[in-house]
């Protein structure tokens, strides 16, 4: 690409800098930075100045000494290093504008000579997003429906909550607890892992110990020892242990299977939730399953329509966003812990992990996160969707009740709750949860409607009017954390979770 010249001229009215700018992929703008003789004589002259107050040179009172003593006790070199550390960045800001270019973080410099002095520095700018015919995006909302056996499942697990146990003299069954002695080995690991008089329920799909061993407990009866071995399932969690192979020593000393109470009105009373009979009992549990599926509905609709918003962008952002939302998953998994190097390093020797694996492990989820973020706050801009300081109020109050568990507390102990999230940041923080909250809304209600329906008038977002074409122009906001987490999870985080991350 053809770098472009600029006027030499810049915003602050110096006639010293010559300018040429260059856009890059992923929202980068290479900038060259030509500085005349005679400032950079001035910056050395001031260098020499604070050197001279700052090096004790036999002979000279502090700031005494002359240029050319200076120089020869400290070297040319170190009073240009001097020189540049101050006048880069001043040149730097000077250029950005007046090129009108946007940073959003830090550049990288090069120092590409000293005679003349040209600097470049490749520098991270506002994001740009198209989100195409957006309004035209369909998707049909999926229809939930709860099944007698979803109704039934449930009614047995709330029956088992209540379950007596008895002794039996078979083998091992399903839904039965076991008494055992384990000793467990797994490949590569030289210390096995011993439990004595163990107690464990055999639940079709549950995980006991290590996935697999629950199912080769059947049809085995008091007794032992029993060798099992198995190999664990390729994509384990725990890399370390995929695919290595478990060797189990079982010696059962009592198998119990579960009694339930009966299904009936009796059973239904003895709740204490104000059941009359069976019947009622059984229409809550039909209606909650009902709330929850619809629920689960939406959030996969959500995302669903989300990544189609996403998939149909033109989305162009530097690496920078992706670095610091990796910044931010890290710090989430290690429980702050990444907050300081010595809490980092031993996080992550406790995870048998180094840093460089664990970004690059991120970095994908990180990469989506951002587009989501990206494509989204688009959307709230193209839509105009605003969020008043009472729905963040209202927002907050929320929150307060969700912390206080529904429950009555003292109205000390509320504000004290309160001002968890009454801050400039975590209003911040609120607001915009809240607004790309809204904008998912929107979309929903975009994607949703049917074919051939009739279409709301097309709008034309504040951003994109009176659009240019300068350099560093961004087309779209850069995100903020709390836009960037919202992306990743439609849902409101819980209350406590946002607590923690506002002390």
């Not at 952002?317 to 300081?340: K, M, W």
């Not at 504040?462 to 122009?473: L, N, S, W």
Request: net charge negative.
């Amino acid at each position: 690409m053809t770098m472009q010249p600029a006027a030499r001229t810049n915003a602050r009215g110096f006639s010293d800098l010559g300018t040429t700018t260059e856009r890059l992929p992923r929202s980068r703008v290479a900038l060259e930075i030509e500085v005349d003789d005679e400032r950079l004589e001035a910056s050395m002259t001031k260098a020499v100045q604070r050197i001279s107050n700052q090096v004790r040179i036999p002979g000279f009172r502090p700031g005494k000494a002359p240029r050319n003593i200076v120089e020869r006790h400290v070297g040319r070199g170190a009073i240009l290093q001097e020189a540049l550390d101050e006048l880069i960045p001043d040149v730097y800001n000077e250029a950005l504008e007046s090129e009108q270019i946007d940073a959003i973080a830090q550049p990288e410099f090069d120092l590409k000579s000293t005679e003349p002095l040209v600097v470049s520095a490749t520098v991270p700018v506002r994001p740009s997003v198209d989100l195409k015919d957006y309004e035209s995006l369909r998707a049909p909302k999926p229809e939930t429906e709860v099944t007698e056996a979803q109704v039934e499942e449930t009614l047995t697990n709330l029956r088992r909550r209540f379950a007596t146990l008895e002794p039996v003299d078979r083998a091992v069954d399903w839904n039965d607890t076991v008494r055992a002695d384990v000793t467990v080995t797994v490949e590569g690991q030289q210390e096995p892992h011993v439990e004595e008089d163990a107690e464990f329920a055999v639940r079709e799909g549950s995980v006991v110990s290590l996935p697999g061993f629950v199912e080769r407990l059947r049809g085995l009866e008091r007794g032992g020892p029993y060798e099992i071995e198995f190999n664990l399932p390729d994509d384990f969690q725990a890399e370390e242990l995929a695919g290595k192979q478990a060797s189990y020593s079982v010696t059962i000393h009592e198998v119990k299977q579960e009694v339930l109470p009966d299904l009936d009105d009796e059973f239904a009373t003895s709740l204490d939730e104000g059941f009359e009979d069976l019947a009622q009992l059984t229409e809550r549990v039909r209606a909650d399953l009902r709330t929850q599926l619809e629920r689960d509905a939406e959030s996969t609709y959500q995302d669903e329509i989300i990544d189609l918003l996403v998939a149909t962008a033109e989305l162009d952002y530097p690496d920078v966003l992706v670095e610091r939302d990796i910044d931010r998953l890290i710090d989430q998994e290690s429980n702050h812990a990444s907050h300081t190097e010595e809490g980092l390093r031993t996080w992550l020797e406790a995870i048998g992990r180094s840093e460089q694996e664990l970004r690059e492990s991120l970095r994908e989820g990180a990469e989506l996160n951002v587009r989501r973020a990206l494509a989204l706050g688009e959307l709230v801009s193209a839509e105009d969707i605003e969020v008043e300081e009472q729905n963040v109020d209202d927002e907050i109050d929320r929150l307060v009740d969700q912390m206080s568990g529904g429950m009555e507390v003292e109205e000390a102990r509320r504000q004290a709750i309160r001002q968890l999230f009454d801050t400039p940041e975590g209003r911040a923080s609120i607001r915009s949860q809240v607004m790309t909250r809204r904008g998912i809304e929107r979309l929903s209600e975009i994607c949703a409607q049917e074919e051939g329906g009739e279409e709301r008038p097309r709008r034309t977002s504040r951003r994109r009017r009176g659009r240019g074409a300068e350099a560093g122009e961004a087309s779209a906001d850069e995100p903020d954390e709390a836009s960037v987490a919202e992306a990743e999870d439609s849902e409101q985080p819980e209350a406590s979770e946002a607590a923690e991350n506002e002390t």
